[in-house]
């Protein structure tokens, strides 16, 4: 490595300034990676033989979830959370919201943001006990409004009500992030858009978009890899009924702290893990090819 | 050239990893024997106010004051706190498995004895001689006066690991109220499941209420095996762990099984409420509205659910209004023994914490929960089957639902096999009623719960039709 040193402190001291933060990095990040993947190659439990005599299975775990179906129904899951909430949800409200709010009056815009953002910076213990309260089938809100009475939503429609609940509770950033993306499109254009008869489509399609095509990829990455990964379904529903909402990082907590199998969940997490690289990758060949 | 130290650490670190899995502790009879000061925690799944208050409000005002004041009197300065948890019994067990796998946890602790042998073969919870030696144990007075059938609810592979708190029976409680209006009498005594189905079927007259509430599916976890299909496996003459071999998909499961189909299919019972996160505790509070007409419990329900002193689910006019029959066999004379009813039985056990500081002082404190005196004061306000019978003889008299328990179900009871396997099993089974309930036939759902207790145990350990 040449020397490019324009701090001026000499190897041995820029190694003694980052050295306290590789240390914090290497104990709480990159040990308990390691670990975890030493933890998957084993038959750990949480209680039994196996708990105080782990096997090494190898692979083991791996192709025992390959073939499990519950792991298949998880995954399943998981995209369909990912794809309904984020990929479509999140992002086409976030933008309609930022969209039509743009020539909005002050008063207003600042209220709709204030409510929306509501949504996303209330506690998850909280939302998820207002949104059981709403569902719920016996004097839930919802069926009330609905004259709807004895619908168990949470019961009968697991995932669109998980997908519905994510959209509604993770739509603020999206809409955050377009809002301050669209301030980037220079107004002339749109207006010389206007001028030639552009449609509202052509407008978004070949003046908007364009410029913003960075901003809709990071916030599709960061949203969808938060939505991948998102726990609070927990709150809402524990997987059930019958495996039917369990997205994988429910389905790793049933599996580790529920029926106490440690090495398998350990390796599904690794499995999360490389699902979430592979969104992250394509994402960022996509982003790539912009330049 | 940066690769290769990254990569020899991403070797060796998984190395040093490997050693430090699993690692049982040492343990020391005698270590801090001769304290003058100690402190001990007393742990269970209890909650001043909720779940189980009664435990809760023993431990805190009978328990702890008396035993400091019994140290106090010997020179010993002692401080006893008590940690509640008001959590599903799942999460619980989850909450001590994990304390104890990190070292720490309540000095005393009540599990449920079903948990006993996952523990001991952890190392999380070990044979008391070993925690404390073997005659200090012999030494206590009290296990003279605790039946061995019940004593050994605390035991595993031949040791004893610790002190029962209590035992209980399966009964079919129905709503007099409900029964009245459905025409059916009062002194209500099932022979036979067709009778209960029958029972069901009058009650469908009754508008807006369940006919039948069997447990079902896997959110109510071991409620569903306990409530519902043990008792009716030994209803077919076979218990689920029979001659060394786990039943896969015999015919007996089957039969439980479309048993389970004829309520849940025919409109007798409610199958959504199989499927809410909650569903136990709303099918309690159904019940305590008038909204259920019968209902397979343990006598808990009576005590702790009912109750209407101090319940979850209170209901203000139950010595009246509810009745209590036996739960019968297939047929007449099929149980299990050649029984015409049958009855399943569990309970909770207290261990000494192995990562106690104190063992010795843990133990006298174990001794002390389950002398004459502190058993009589915990069931006092509430009485409860104990495993003492001297306590027995006396606090049951007034309870009339207790005591046709202690005389006419807990003589033809059967016990949980005590094994570690049994978890898996439990759950397997758990997940063959969800199948039932969400529509699967019997017969497809018998053979996805073979699959399952194949893959939890092994071929050679499940017995087929």
Request: one cysteine or more; charged letters at 15%.
């Amino acid at each position: 490595m040449r020397a490019t040193d324009s701090a001026g402190l000499g190897r041995g001291r820029a190694l003694a300034f980052v050295a306290p933060a590789l240390v914090l990095i290497g104990i709480f990040l990159v040990f308990p990676a390691l670990w975890s993947i030493y933890i998957g190659l084993t038959d750990y439990a949480l209680t039994g033989p196996s708990s105080v005599n782990p096997r090494l299975v190898g692979t083991g775990n791996i192709t025992g979830a390959l073939s499990d179906p519950l792991f298949g129904n998880s995954l399943w899951l998981t995209l369909l959370f990912v794809f309904g909430s984020a990929l479509i949800g999140q992002n086409v409200l976030g933008f309609t919201l930022a969209w039509s709010l743009r020539g909005a009056r002050r008063g207003l815009r600042r209220l709709v943001e204030g409510l929306v953002l509501l949504a996303w910076i209330l506690p998850s213990t909280v939302v998820a006990y207002l949104w059981v309260a709403v569902l719920d089938r016996d004097g839930g809100t919802l069926n009330a409004l609905l004259n709807t009475p004895g619908t168990a939503w949470l019961v009968q429609y697991p995932m669109a009500s998980l997908i519905v609940f994510n959209l509604w509770r993770g739509t603020a950033f999206s809409m955050l992030l377009y809002s301050s993306a669209l301030n980037v499109v220079p107004p002339s254009q749109l207006e010389t858009a206007r001028m030639v008869g552009a449609g509202r489509f052509s407008t978004l399609k070949d003046v908007v978009f364009p410029h913003i095509r960075g901003h809709v990829l990071t916030n599709t990455l960061l949203i969808s890899l938060w939505t991948a990964n998102d726990f609070t379904p927990f709150l809402l529903t524990s997987g059930g009924p019958d495996h039917r909402s369990e997205t994988l990082p429910v389905f790793i907590y049933q599996q580790a702290l529920g029926s106490g199998a440690l090495g398998y969940a350990s390796a599904i997490s690794l499995l999360l893990l490389l699902v979430n690289l592979v969104i992250a990758l394509v994402y960022l060949r996509l982003l790539r090819r912009r330049g | 050239m940066r690769l290769r130290p990254m990569l020899s650490l991403l070797v060796v670190v998984p190395l040093l990893a490997a050693g430090c899995v699993g690692k049982p502790a040492e343990q020391n009879t005698g270590q801090n024997a001769d304290a003058k000061e100690f402190t001990l925690v007393i742990g269970a799944n209890a909650l001043a106010g909720g779940k189980n208050a009664n435990t809760a409000k023993w431990t805190a005002e009978y328990v702890i004051p008396k035993f400091v004041e019994a140290q106090k009197a010997k020179g010993v300065n002692a401080t006893v706190r008590f940690e509640g948890n008001g959590a599903d019994d799942k999460d619980y067990k989850t909450k001590v498995a994990l304390d104890a796998k990190t070292g720490g946890g309540a000095d005393v602790l009540e599990i449920d004895g079903i948990w006993l042998g996952e523990f001991a073969q952890a190392g999380q919870a070990k044979p008391l001689a070993d925690l404390v030696g073997q005659d200090k144990v012999d030494a206590w007075d009290g296990w003279s006066k605790i039946p061995e059938a019940v004593a050994a609810l605390g035991d595993f592979d031949g040791r004893r690991y610790g002190v029962p708190v209590g035992t209980d029976g399966r009964v079919l409680y129905f709503n007099k109220k409900l029964f009245a209006q459905a025409g059916l009498p009062a002194d209500w005594q099932p022979r036979s499941w067709e009778d209960v189905l029958q029972a069901g079927r009058k009650l469908t007259a009754v508008a807006g209420i369940v006919p039948i509430q069997l447990n079902a599916g896997t959110a109510m976890t071991e409620a569903t095996t306990m409530q519902g299909v043990l008792p009716l496996l030994a209803g077919t003459g076979k218990p689920v762990y029979d001659n060394g071999k786990w039943q896969g998909a015999t015919q007996n499961v089957k039969d439980v099984l479309g048993l389970y189909q004829k309520v849940y299919s025919g409109g007798l019972g409610d199958p959504l409420l199989q499927q809410e996160a909650k569903g136990r505790d709303k099918s309690f509070a159904q019940f305590a509205d008038n909204k259920i007409g019968i209902l397979l419990e343990s006598d808990y329900f009576w005590r702790s659910v009912i109750n209407p002193a101090n319940g979850v689910a209170r209901m203000t006019d139950r010595d009246t209004a509810v009745g209590w029959a036996k739960v019968p066999a297939q047929r007449a004379g099929s149980g299990v023994g050649g029984q015409d009813f049958v009855s399943m039985s569990g309970g909770s056990v207290r261990v000494v914490n192995p990562n106690t500081k104190y063992p010795r002082q843990a133990w006298e404190l174990l001794q002390f929960m389950n002398s004459f005196d502190a058993t009589r004061a915990r069931v006092a306000d509430t009485p409860q089957i104990t495993v003492r019978s001297d306590v027995n003889d006396e606090v049951l008299k007034g309870d009339p639902m207790l005591t046709y328990v202690a005389k006419e179900v807990l003589p033809i009871t059967r016990y949980r096999p005590g094994l570690a396997q049994y978890t898996q099993v439990s759950a397997a089974l758990q997940q063959a009623t969800a199948d039932v309930v969400a529509g699967k036939s019997p017969d497809d759902a018998a053979a996805a719960y073979q699959q399952a207790v194949v893959k939890a145990v092994g071929e050679a350990g499940v017995a087929g039709n």
